[in-house]
């Protein structure tokens, strides 16, 4: 098999029964997410929906799960009924704070089931945050687990934010308290998924039932190496269902295929082939930190003692790729959309060539338009880089996308300038057609698939009474993609010392969650700065390069650690 690798994976299914298969994934055409999954349910009734492994369910002190379709759907038409009893009804926006735990997808199917919106809460965000998703959602009632949320009112109340009714979720259904009045979302409004933006507040992304499924039959469809079997697949993922990976692309694409959700609290790469092998996975979700770090695990007999056809993901390093392949005998599929992108125009390396090893993330597909520009807006020569921008071909440009940041209709346009949406991302493309990803256009550190705004850093380090002024920006890591660094102009009085940049580093675990953290510090006499004493960053993403090279930084990565609480409990 190894031979086969220098000329790319063959596709499971053979191209003449690729329509034929295609054809019987969806099984109808849902209006909701909810109309899907009780189509699959009257399709594939004992078939399993979910399963939550030993590990991933021993994490919150549970057991493991293994939900059939039925089972699953018996469970949410129960917390439907008590929602609507509670006065929940369409347009609410709910929000969630319940990890990736299985009753995630119970309330969550059951209030779409209600035309209402989930709002999903990062357990590891700050306080802060938090109360900012809350105020800015409108959410008219919070699903928590009671322990998070006990932890987090008096620092949610610090904030001054009245807070939404609460119910905690461990004690069953007898108690729902009655929403809020408001109704914030829209009529076909699924989800509102915050992401971090160059502001440094998070936006809130609506997405709507039309999105989800589209993604979810943009996935169903793909072929090649993605091909996917109804009632068959089983697709395993350890990332967030805070994010639109796991809620939006990983989920719809089971449900809609009758497949089976294997999901994980977060990814362990200890234990992650014996769970892969003893959930059945057929199918991997990943991010580019993931290949990263099994590959440093030492070979096992275990390593191909699995039933996984493909991985899916985006970000893996080029020296990681192939050898990644190699070792464990299947592709690495990389892709490429975003949040506000979606389905619409999204791009995935699911035929050959792939390219391994060049950030190469596939060709265009025929649903999208596209074009890259430089700085002025105009169109590059082949070969070249600029920033990616894309829409929908057809009538409607924006379809597929999501609806619009919330509460920000002139943000929203400002990113559909032109009528393509400006994705800030940097690619150019080969003769082939091939999209290759060359680095971001916008002040984001991508860190382990945790998108960080550099000015939201910078607002917590700017408040200390050491730092005069400080720049924050990625450098490159080879575990997890990009760590976040900072460069500080010291105020007088104050020595660069080690001392000081471990205080630096404490204080700021008081205000940020530990994955935005800085993992380097140096110290500068000067910053690089405009005429108009704007901060430039370009030449700053240089000399913080420069300086890790030299090694005139202190390297704070190993002090990052996740918090046995979750960060969420920090003001």
């Known amino acids: 098999m190894s031979g086969g690798f220098t000329v790319g994976f063959a596709p ?26 009780d189509a699959a349910c009257r399709r594939y009734p004992e078939r399993p929906f979910l399963h939550i492994p030993a590990q991933a369910a021993s994490a919150y002190g549970g057991q493991p799960v293994e939900w059939t379709y039925g089972h699953a759907g018996q469970r949410i038409e129960a ?30 199917l059951a209030l779409n089931g209600l035309g209402a919106s989930v709002v999903p809460l990062n357990a590891e965000s700050s306080a802060a945050e938090i109360a900012h998703v809350l105020r800015d959602s409108g959410a008219a009632l919070v699903l ?65 039932n039309a999105y989800m499924l589209a993604f979810g039959r943009w996935y169903t469809s793909l072929g090649g190496l993605c091909a996917i079997e109804p009632g068959a697949e089983r697709l395993i993922t350890p990332l967030p269902l805070v994010h639109m990976n796991a809620l939006a692309c990983s989920s719809m694409a089971m449900i809609l295929s009758g497949g089976c959700i294997v999901q994980l609290d977060r990814f362990h790469p200890a234990t992650w082939w014996e769970t892969v092998a003893q959930s059945g996975a057929t199918i991997v979700h990943y991010l580019g930190v993931m290949p990263a770090m099994l590959l440093q695990l030492p070979p096992q007999p275990g390593d191909r003692a699995h039933a996984v056809r493909f991985g899916f993901g985006a970000g893996a390093h080029p020296k990681h790729q192939a050898a990644f392949e190699a070792r464990f005998g ?12 979606g389905a619409g125009a999204a791009v995935v390396a699911n035929v050959e060539p792939r390219h391994p090893g060049m950030r190469c993330f596939g060709r265009p597909a025929p649903q999208m338009e596209y074009r890259i520009v430089d ?5 590059v020569p082949p070969g070249a880089a600029g920033e990616l921008q894309v829409r929908a071909a057809g009538s409607d440009p924006r379809a597929g996308f999501f609806s619009g940041y919330a509460n920000q209709p002139a943000l929203t346009e400002a990113a559909w300038a032109g009528g393509y949406f400006h994705t800030g991302d940097i690619v150019r493309q080969g003769r082939d057609g091939s999209l290759y990803f060359v680095d971001r256009k916008k002040s984001i550190v991508r860190r382990s698939g945790e998108n960080i705004a550099s000015l939201e850093v910078e607002a ?51 205000r940020l969650p530990y994955f935005k953290l800085p993992g380097y510090i140096a110290f500068v006499s000067a910053l690089p700065l405009t005429a ?14 420069s300086l890790v090279s030299e090694q005139a930084v202190f390297d704070l990565r190993a002090l990052k650690k996740r918090s046995v609480t979750g960060a969420a409990g920090r003001a």
């Open 144 to 208: 928590a687990l009671a322990g998070r949320w006990q932890a987090l009112a008096p620092a949610l109340a610090d904030t001054g934010l009245a807070l939404p009714p609460s119910y905690g979720v461990d004690g069953g259904v007898a108690a729902l308290p009655a929403p809020r009045g408001e109704r914030t979302a829209g009529d076909d409004e699924c989800a509102l998924v915050y992401t971090s933006g160059s502001t440094g507040l998070p936006k809130g992304c609506m997405l709507s």
């Open 532 to 545: 108009s004493h704007k901060l430039q960053r370009g030449t700053l993403k240089e000399t913080m390069r």
């Open 79 to 108: 917390l439907q009924d008590a929602l609507c009893q509670a006065g929940v009804v369409r347009g609410h926006r709910v929000a969630l704070l319940l990890d990736n735990r299985a009753e995630f997808f119970l309330w969550w």
């Open 460 to 510: 917590v380090l700017n408040q200390l009474p050491m730092v005069h002024q400080v720049g924050v920006g990625p450098v490159d890591d080879e575990i997890r993609g990009e760590e976040v660094m900072a460069c500080i102009e010291l105020a007088a009085g104050h020595a660069p010392t080690q001392a000081l940049a471990l205080e630096i580093f404490r204080a700021a675990a008081q």
């Open 12 to 37: 499971k299914v053979p191209a003449a029964q690729d329509s034929a298969r295609r054809d019987a994934v969806g099984m109808h055409d849902p209006h909701s997410v909810r109309a899907a999954f």
């Open 375 to 379: 700085e002025q807006g105009c169109e």
């Open 330 to 341: 299947f592709p690495l599929v990389e892709s490429w959309s975003m949040t506000e992108v």
